[in-house]
């Protein structure tokens, strides 16, 4: 898109969006241009329609793709200074379906099954603490507080730094990994060359051959690990608002206001994690 793209990337940059984001987004807008070899100033509601009904049709995109591509858009024709090219486009309804939920025991054979220390550490962040997959990845070193037994989890999905529990279980993996890796740099988790963190895809693909290993049938994904953390939470006993506080969500309510863990509640709490080996964890499966 050239000018046209440097202008949007500026923009995306002052809003303050996450990389991760703004990378989705430019993606995104990159493709719908490319997909009529014109430029974006030729283009309008007629060819986003088509390209989105393209995407839904042909490519069987589902619809969280599709509405993250109408964002983009959106985006794009404001940056372009045409958003009435976007007025009459509408979010694409999504079908809500429960995740298949992993049972105490199958967390328990996935992290067993995991032969690579590094994937094993990234699989019990994941599920020992709720993080998102963005969220592990962009851990840095000093983001372990092993004195406090916390983690500090920066720049998340809805820009607010949040502190979790750092359970004894998941300090002795984030240990073992260390001493088996010893990770250049200030990233935790770094991808090849060490500069750039573990790409999300890679996570996708270890933790789906994992379940394969392991004799787990369910579909696996990163984010999977995160709903079993809350419902395990939840299956434990742990009020629903703590768990909404722990995973970052902002209250979908509009009299509910946004509160913190007190430091001491925060200390006091156990992962799921510790729970799967005790009888106490019977209760998951």
């Given at each position: 898109?050239?000018?046209?793209?440097?202008?949007?990337?500026q923009?995306?940059a002052?809003r303050?969006?996450s990389?991760?984001?703004?990378e989705?987004?430019?993606r995104?807008?990159?493709?719908?241009?490319?997909?009529?070899?014109?430029?974006?100033?030729?283009?309008g509601?007629?060819?986003?329609?088509?390209?989105?009904l393209?995407?839904?049709k042909?490519?069987?995109?589902?619809?969280?793709?599709?509405?993250?591509?109408?964002?983009?858009?959106?985006?794009?024709?404001?940056s372009?200074?045409?958003?009435?090219?976007?007025?009459?486009?509408?979010?694409?309804?999504r079908?809500?379906?429960?995740?298949?939920?992993l049972?105490?025991?199958e967390?328990?054979?996935?992290?067993a099954?995991?032969?690579?220390?590094?994937?094993?550490a990234?699989?019990?962040?994941?599920?020992?603490?709720?993080?998102?997959?963005s969220?592990?990845?962009?851990?840095?070193v000093?983001?372990?507080d092993?004195?406090r037994m916390?983690?500090?989890?920066?720049n998340?999905k809805?820009?607010?730094?949040?502190?979790?529990?750092?359970?004894?279980?998941?300090?002795h993996?984030?240990?073992?990994?260390?001493?088996?890796?010893?990770?250049q740099?200030?990233?935790?988790?770094?991808?090849?060359g060490?500069?750039?963190p573990?790409?999300?895809?890679?996570?996708?693909l270890?933790?789906?051959t994992?379940?394969?290993?392991?004799?787990?049938?369910?579909?696996?994904?990163p984010?999977?690990?995160?709903?079993?953390?809350?419902?395990?939470?939840?299956?434990?006993?742990?009020?629903?608002?703590?768990?909404?506080?722990?995973l970052?969500?902002?209250s979908?309510?509009?009299?509910?206001r946004?509160?913190?863990?007190?430091?001491?509640?925060r200390?006091?709490l156990?992962s799921?994690?510790?729970a799967?080996?005790?009888?106490?964890?019977?209760i998951?499966g």
């Amino acid at each position: 898109m050239g000018k046209h793209r440097d202008k949007m990337e500026q923009d995306l940059a002052l809003r303050g969006l996450s990389p991760s984001t703004r990378e989705g987004y430019l993606r995104y807008a990159d493709a719908f241009v490319a997909h009529f070899e014109r430029s974006a100033d030729e283009l309008g509601t007629e060819q986003v329609r088509s390209w989105l009904l393209w995407l839904l049709k042909v490519r069987k995109r589902d619809a969280s793709t599709v509405n993250v591509a109408i964002a983009s858009l959106r985006f794009l024709f404001v940056s372009l200074g045409r958003p009435e090219v976007m007025h009459d486009i509408r979010g694409v309804r999504r079908q809500h379906r429960a995740p298949d939920i992993l049972s105490g025991g199958e967390v328990e054979r996935l992290l067993a099954a995991s032969a690579d220390i590094k994937h094993r550490a990234i699989f019990t962040l994941l599920y020992g603490a709720g993080l998102r997959v963005s969220e592990v990845l962009a851990l840095r070193v000093g983001d372990i507080d092993s004195q406090r037994m916390v983690v500090h989890v920066r720049n998340t999905k809805n820009r607010h730094d949040r502190i979790v529990p750092l359970s004894p279980r998941m300090l002795h993996t984030l240990r073992d990994y260390w001493k088996a890796r010893r990770p250049q740099g200030t990233l935790l988790f770094p991808g090849q060359g060490g500069s750039k963190p573990l790409s999300r895809d890679a996570v996708g693909l270890a933790i789906r051959t994992t379940a394969r290993r392991a004799g787990i049938d369910k579909k696996v994904y990163p984010h999977l690990m995160r709903h079993a953390f809350a419902t395990h939470l939840l299956e434990l006993g742990t009020d629903l608002r703590t768990v909404q506080i722990l995973l970052g969500h902002r209250s979908l309510s509009s009299t509910t206001r946004y509160t913190h863990l007190t430091e001491a509640r925060r200390l006091t709490l156990s992962s799921p994690l510790e729970a799967l080996r005790t009888e106490q964890g019977q209760i998951l499966g």
